[in-house]
């Protein structure tokens, strides 16, 4: 099992593919045993692929210390540093997003080409949904709370309509098959406390390595408003909208294909 045995942290990884070196920042509660994931995707065709369980997740370490953004980002440069990358492409989404703002304004040497999917600067610029309010909401109450937030067409008059299918996405969203793994519930909390701070968009004009800002254009936890807000923040961003919600990559066809574009580019 490849574990990065890094100074503050041992982080769980996978590679995957050949090509420029490609850094992947997953969500919120990512863990790589949950398949399909991003491996299975495109990126590896054109990229040596990193992804990796972050802090408190999935099979990398879980202190129960406080976390902070600066921790996450600082783990994403250590674990480059431990293969040997100076620098790579990076795609962050949602919480993966706010990490790898983090991640290149702390060591902007590190960062090549950046992607910002579906996530949020936080700060002035706005904040992503607050999962931090709703940790009390657990299994098919927490699904059916976050469907319409994770896309805002999904509201009652739709659920009404789509019965089926809704009752698919709650049966979906529930399902957690590490649930009560030790350190879990736990580390999860961690990491939505550190989202909690995420504060990036004083210093985002900072940033200097071509960006594309990738989002949903019905997407309730990163709000089209703070996407229009980032791109006029970052010099040079391109900002893309595309057809659905925070997980318009699954959603729209023509995401993963401009995202490739960007970072060949």
């Given at each position: 099992?490849?574990?990065?045995?890094?100074?503050?942290?041992?982080?769980?990884?996978?590679?995957?593919g050949e090509g420029p070196p490609l850094l992947f920042i997953s969500g919120t509660g990512g863990d790589l045993r949950v398949?399909?994931?991003?491996?299975?995707?495109?990126?590896?065709?054109?990229f040596d692929l990193l992804a990796y369980d972050q802090r408190g997740l999935g099979r990398s370490a879980k202190p129960d210390v406080d976390y902070s953004m600066a921790d996450y980002a600082d783990d994403a440069a250590a674990l480059m540093d431990s293969l040997g990358w100076a620098s790579a492409?990076?795609?962050?989404?949602?919480?993966?997003?706010?990490?790898?703002?983090?991640?290149?304004?702390?060591?902007?040497?590190?960062?090549?080409?950046?992607?910002?999917?579906?996530?949020?600067?936080?700060?002035?610029g706005g904040a992503s949904f607050p999962?931090?309010?709703?940790?009390?909401?657990?299994?098919?109450?927490?699904a059916r709370y976050l469907i319409p937030v994770s896309d805002t067409r999904r509201d009652v008059a739709w659920q009404a309509a789509n019965a089926e299918q809704f009752a698919q996405f709650v049966a979906m969203g529930a399902a957690d098959p590490y649930a009560g793994e030790p350190g879990r519930e736990m580390g999860a909390r961690r990491q939505l406390e550190a989202r909690a701070g995420h504060a990036a968009w004083d210093r985002?004009?900072?940033?200097?390595?071509?960006?594309?800002?990738?989002?949903?254009?019905?997407d309730g936890v990163a709000l089209p408003e703070t996407q229009d807000r980032m791109a006029g923040r970052i010099p040079g961003a391109d900002l893309r909208f595309f057809e659905g919600g925070h997980l318009f990559m699954l959603q729209d066809r023509t995401a993963l294909p401009a995202m490739l574009e960007f970072l060949n580019g």
């Amino acid at each position: 099992m490849p574990i990065a045995k890094l100074p503050n942290i041992e982080l769980y990884y996978e590679r995957a593919g050949e090509g420029p070196p490609l850094l992947f920042i997953s969500g919120t509660g990512g863990d790589l045993r949950v398949k399909p994931n991003v491996l299975d995707g495109p990126f590896p065709k054109s990229f040596d692929l990193l992804a990796y369980d972050q802090r408190g997740l999935g099979r990398s370490a879980k202190p129960d210390v406080d976390y902070s953004m600066a921790d996450y980002a600082d783990d994403a440069a250590a674990l480059m540093d431990s293969l040997g990358w100076a620098s790579a492409k990076v795609v962050g989404v949602s919480f993966g997003g706010m990490v790898a703002q983090e991640l290149v304004l702390r060591h902007p040497d590190k960062v090549e080409r950046l992607v910002l999917a579906c996530t949020s600067p936080g700060g002035a610029g706005g904040a992503s949904f607050p999962f931090h309010e709703i940790q009390h909401l657990k299994g098919e109450e927490r699904a059916r709370y976050l469907i319409p937030v994770s896309d805002t067409r999904r509201d009652v008059a739709w659920q009404a309509a789509n019965a089926e299918q809704f009752a698919q996405f709650v049966a979906m969203g529930a399902a957690d098959p590490y649930a009560g793994e030790p350190g879990r519930e736990m580390g999860a909390r961690r990491q939505l406390e550190a989202r909690a701070g995420h504060a990036a968009w004083d210093r985002l004009d900072q940033i200097r390595c071509p960006v594309l800002i990738a989002a949903g254009r019905y997407d309730g936890v990163a709000l089209p408003e703070t996407q229009d807000r980032m791109a006029g923040r970052i010099p040079g961003a391109d900002l893309r909208f595309f057809e659905g919600g925070h997980l318009f990559m699954l959603q729209d066809r023509t995401a993963l294909p401009a995202m490739l574009e960007f970072l060949n580019g």
